[in-house]
């Protein structure tokens, strides 16, 4: 977690903004407490249902159909004459890389938790990805009038499966469907609301909780001085804490990453809301409590501070195509930009203008004359940014780290359905692809074939229903394939490859002796490349041009032209010629050389693996084991519940095609499933030989 926060030293409108994210796994309730906060903030005046599709942040059509959210949606409201500026972000893993671009430009995030479920596969995948950004957290608890319903369960798996401290600040006023309120134990005061009521009354607290209240007050204050430096001060001294000192003391943990804030309500019924945003006032940062953002300009670091008066500088993580333009979303970091100024793309190096500043609420805009640091916003005006593009000051050209893109795992082969509809399917394949990073197109030069490439099945039935719906373009679409991999299980040592071209004028010599062998970067395959050559035998600049040499052959495996990881390469020697030698002739002996290393090494194939949690009756448990062990599903934990069973199990993610179907016809209906990435592994060598190469 990042550890250099500091407020800037004079007062900045940057201080009453909260630029925040919502994650959860799917159907914890992360749309429904958007909802309840523009409700409670007066951002709208009627509350939407996810079930009736009349929620603000999810206006897609298909959103509504599906009842989940598949797109990253801003909005805006105001609250305790703070901006808050709030990201609603998927829960499902296949829109996960929606996640990853939104964290990447948060200040800070409410992680939602199921009160029954506790933390599900996917809360684990968004914490993790909120871990690699150092973004502060806040936990509600939700659902807490479910049947089954119990904070300290829930607040007991945030603790074992993410590895976090939680520090409880609320008290549930009744259990499950009596669900009345919470008990507030900084303040020691109970909120409680009445049935039918969108308002909640403060009062002591009750009789019945006054010695559970004063138990987990004691807690709490424990915990805190034994996290913090200040607050063990004060509690050795007096043995308490007094409520500014917990507040204060709460907030650096939670902004040193060192715990995490939980509160707990009912969105559904609208019981907690309010408290949260107060939370999120009082204990996640501002943009001015932020680090200046690091980037590179003229190949040295820079650094620009959350401040108007710096240098413009902002990083675009969302692009889509609407009625109005195509909107470009962006977060500034540093300066100010005004409506009808010009902009430097980073990354293509030309200028564009910036036509319209826009306010986001889903899918309605208000209309701004500028924005300024710490601000999110959407510009209609630059044709060539896409997410993860740096938009800054002509003068003062500066390139932001973008966020990281999660490669595709399954392809279908698309064709028009219309003979005159192929060159707008091109059109809207290109659309989608600079929409959505981690959606990939290519063609298949041995067959022919256009080919989709995304993060699932419903990545890509969502993809190819916005061609049909968004674009009139009928789609034919092919059975799914998953993407394998080619890997180096036991290397290669001293291979010698000498490349010489001689076909008049200037030739080509490059010699280079490398070794291969298997490579792993924090547990997983990856690739590497270093030279041990001494004494200038191989110039550095020649050095690496047999590394982008290496690169290229990594493209197509021996196996069955799979890509290929979990190698590294080594120059351990070579020699040069004083005419003919150059970068281009070492570029191409680095390839020659390390394919026909690779043929010459023991290669096995890799697939990629998700790991599968199935809800299931307890009537149905031998059905769905038999059928995970036909899918070669290998079963790692089973727990279960009064009529229900839980089973995880890894599975490969090519034996999961259609398994929604038959899972419910082998449960009546009532088993579900979700899964998370789990990596790659061999495939067996009676799967391998039938398998068809790339």
Known sequence: MRTDRRPLATASPATTVRNLGILAHVDAGKTTITERILFAAGAVHKRGEVHDGTTVTDFDAQERDRGITIFAAAVSCSWSGHRVNLIDTPGHVDFSDEVERSLRVLDGAVAVFDAVAGVEPQSETVWRQADRYGVPRIAFVNKLDRAGADLDTAVASIRDRLGAVPLVVQLPVGREDGFAGVVDLLAMRALLWHAGSDTYETGPVPEPLREEADRRRRLLEETVAGLDADALEEFCATSALTRPTLARALRELTLRGEGVVVLCGSAYRN????????????????PADMPPVRGVAGGAEQVRAPDPREPFAALAFKVTATATGRLTYLRVYAGTLRKGESVLDAGTGRTERVGRILRVQADRHEEREEAVAGDIVAVIGPKAARAGTTLC????????????????VVSVAVEAGRGTDTGRLASALARLAEEDPSLVVRSDAETGQTVLSGRGELHLEVAVEKIRSGHGVEVVVGRPQVSYRETVVRGVAGLVYRHVKQDGGAGQFAHVVIDVEPWEEDGAPGFAFRSTVGGGRVPQEYARAVEAGCRDALGEGPLGGHPVTGLRVTLTDGATHSKDSSELAFRAAGRFA??????????ELLEPVVEVTVTVPEDGVGSVLGDLAARRGRVTGSTSAPGTAVITATVPLAELFGYASRLRGRTQGRGTFTTRPAGLAPVPASVAGALPAR
């Open 271 to 286: 019981r907690g809301i309010e408290p949260l945003l107060d939370a999120v006032l009082a204990y996640l940062p501002s």
């Open 393 to 408: 000051a002509p003068g003062a050209p500066l390139v932001l780290e973008p966020p990281s893109v999660a490669e595709p």
């Open 594 to 603: 390390l394919r026909e290393a690779l043929r010459a090494s023991a290669v």
